[in-house]
């Protein structure tokens, strides 16, 4: 069995003997696939050298929502330049999105997410969207730019929402954190598996509310939703690597 990790941050540990340790637990755990999802031009970079270093390691570039808002125009138009020139590299465009959690310029925001589902559009690669707090503009601007390879990351919006994804086709991804968090236990049961991915988001949100998530527990998803689906932890596996698959490559 290969599992996959769709939504991580190894690049938030500066140590490179920690990240080895990390990816080796990982692998040891049966976890062949990780996706490290840039949030700024520092963690781009780290994750593109990680992704040539590493085989196990899959590159998605991309900038946190209120990070962004941070850079100026010409700083901007540098990291986006950067993306863009590595476009061949990477397997997705994340983390990006929308957050209003603490900054209600949303007009920007949106001009940037707009930029990023262009370049996901132009370049055939999915988007790993992040939406706190903006879910159903999110999914407005998703919609409205007809996208079709989208993964939404710890998605916190309400069943409503949760039916447009699912019927435009688009992907849930599901934390560690299903373990005992009940309204991601309802999105696993409101979407069908073909629609599911698993991720740690490390190094947040660890399946037993410890601070310092890994790769390697991306397994208690997988086990969480063999649960509620009444299907093997192989069976789970398969349909999810399947779903990679089909989105990814």
């Given at each position: 069995m290969v599992f996959i990790d769709v939504h991580c941050h190894l690049d938030f540990y500066?140590?490179?003997?920690?990240?080895?340790?990390?990816?080796?637990?990982?692998?040891?755990?049966?976890?062949?696939?990780?996706?490290?999802?840039?949030?700024?031009?520092?963690?781009?970079?780290?994750?593109l050298e990680m992704a040539e270093k590493y085989p196990?390691?899959?590159?998605?570039?991309?900038?946190?929502?209120?990070?962004?808002?941070?850079?100026?125009?010409?700083?901007?138009?540098s990291e986006l330049r950067l993306i863009r020139d590595n476009v061949h590299k990477i397997v997705a465009f994340g983390e990006v999105g929308l957050d209003l959690k603490e900054n209600p310029n949303l007009v920007a925001q949106k001009k940037i997410f707009q930029m990023f589902i262009n370049m996901?559009?132009?370049?055939?690669?999915?988007l790993i969207v992040h939406s706190r707090r903006a879910e159903a503009e999110a999914i407005r601007m998703l919609e409205e730019n007809e996208v079709k390879k989208v993964i939404m990351h710890c998605f916190s919006g309400n069943m409503n929402l949760v039916k447009r994804i699912i019927d435009n086709g688009w992907y849930l991804s599901i934390p560690t954190s299903v373990r005992f968090n009940e309204h991601f236990q309802n999105l696993v049961k409101a979407a069908p598996i073909s629609q599911l991915f698993c991720e740690t988001d490390s190094p947040f949100l660890h399946p037993e509310r410890k601070r310092d998530n890994e790769p390697a527990n991306v397994i208690e998803a997988y086990k969480k939703i063999a649960e509620i689906k009444g299907i093997s932890l192989e069976e789970c596996e398969k349909k999810i690597e399947e779903n990679y698959k089909r989105v990814f490559e």
């Amino acid at each position: 069995m290969v599992f996959i990790d769709v939504h991580c941050h190894l690049d938030f540990y500066k140590s490179e003997k920690r990240i080895l340790e990390r990816i080796e637990r990982a692998k040891k755990a049966g976890v062949g696939i990780i996706v490290n999802n840039g949030v700024n031009g520092n963690a781009n970079q780290k994750t593109l050298e990680m992704a040539e270093k590493y085989p196990e390691i899959k590159a998605a570039l991309g900038f946190y929502p209120l990070d962004a808002l941070k850079l100026t125009e010409d700083e901007l138009d540098s990291e986006l330049r950067l993306i863009r020139d590595n476009v061949h590299k990477i397997v997705a465009f994340g983390e990006v999105g929308l957050d209003l959690k603490e900054n209600p310029n949303l007009v920007a925001q949106k001009k940037i997410f707009q930029m990023f589902i262009n370049m996901a559009k132009m370049a055939n690669k999915p988007l790993i969207v992040h939406s706190r707090r903006a879910e159903a503009e999110a999914i407005r601007m998703l919609e409205e730019n007809e996208v079709k390879k989208v993964i939404m990351h710890c998605f916190s919006g309400n069943m409503n929402l949760v039916k447009r994804i699912i019927d435009n086709g688009w992907y849930l991804s599901i934390p560690t954190s299903v373990r005992f968090n009940e309204h991601f236990q309802n999105l696993v049961k409101a979407a069908p598996i073909s629609q599911l991915f698993c991720e740690t988001d490390s190094p947040f949100l660890h399946p037993e509310r410890k601070r310092d998530n890994e790769p390697a527990n991306v397994i208690e998803a997988y086990k969480k939703i063999a649960e509620i689906k009444g299907i093997s932890l192989e069976e789970c596996e398969k349909k999810i690597e399947e779903n990679y698959k089909r989105v990814f490559e």
